[in-house]
T-cell receptor, first 114, second 114 residues
């Protein structure tokens, strides 16, 4: 079965600084990888996804993520963080043998300092 | 597209009362998921349906919880009787068939049992 680890529970960055949120997955074949963002009081919103092709994927709100098979990672990045990016971020993995099921990581809470 | 619609947004009830949460998935989506989110346990999958049929309910905490999907456009999650430890945010999500699509989440129902 697939699994997802987000090593950082909390991260604080200054506004304008770059951001990288880590995600490591465990799955034998090529995974389907997702990043979601949850703003306070809201549901989870899809930021971006990867399942084939270019390993660097662009998403909404200026986010990107890079799939690195050798490291089993799918880290989320943003070159310059805005105060409105403060939220919780979830990495998720799906697999062909899991039907529509996604496995979610525990989430990383991002705080942005002015 | 109106997205996944959940009602009510907030529910406050007394211990022992029955609570029913409602979800309308996106038209054309054939999978539906119920999640519970708490600070202590994070995001937990309760049950998921495929083509209106429950596929995996192993996450349902106990017999007090039940879920139905009588047709492709409506699902309910019922708690009877409710207990204070059921206080959480309950999310519904829907998806198309296959792992590549990811989920679309509703805005959630915040349940408080006093």
């Amino acid at each position: 079965a697939q699994s997802v680890t987000q090593p950082d529970i909390h991260i604080t960055v200054s506004e304008g600084a770059s951001l990288e949120l880590r995600c490591n997955y465990s799955y034998g074949a090529t995974p389907y990888l997702f990043w979601y963002v949850q703003s306070p009081g809201q549901g989870l919103q899809l930021l971006l996804k990867y399942f084939s092709g270019d390993t660097l994927v662009q998403g909404i709100k200026g986010f990107e993520a890079e799939f690195k098979r050798s490291q089993s990672s799918f880290n989320l990045r943003k070159p310059s963080v805005h105060w409105s990016d403060a939220a919780e971020y979830f990495c998720a993995v799906g697999a062909e043998n899991a039907g529509n099921m996604l496995t979610f990581g525990g989430g990383t809470r991002l705080m942005v300092k002015p | 597209d109106a997205g996944v619609i959940q009602s009510p947004r907030h529910e406050v009830t007394e211990m022992g009362q029955e609570v029913t949460l409602r979800c309308k998935p996106i038209s054309g989506h054939n999978s539906l998921f119920w999640y519970r989110q708490t600070m202590m346990r994070g995001l937990e999958l309760l049950i998921y349906f495929n083509n209106n049929v429950p596929i995996d309910d192993s996450g349902m905490p106990e017999d007090r919880f039940s879920a139905k999907m009588p047709n492709a456009s409506f699902s309910t999650l019922k708690i009877q009787p409710s207990e204070p430890r059921d206080s959480a945010v309950y999310f519904c999500a829907s998806s198309l068939q296959g792992p590549a699509y990811g989920y679309t989440f509703g805005s959630g129902t915040r349940l408080t049992v006093v």
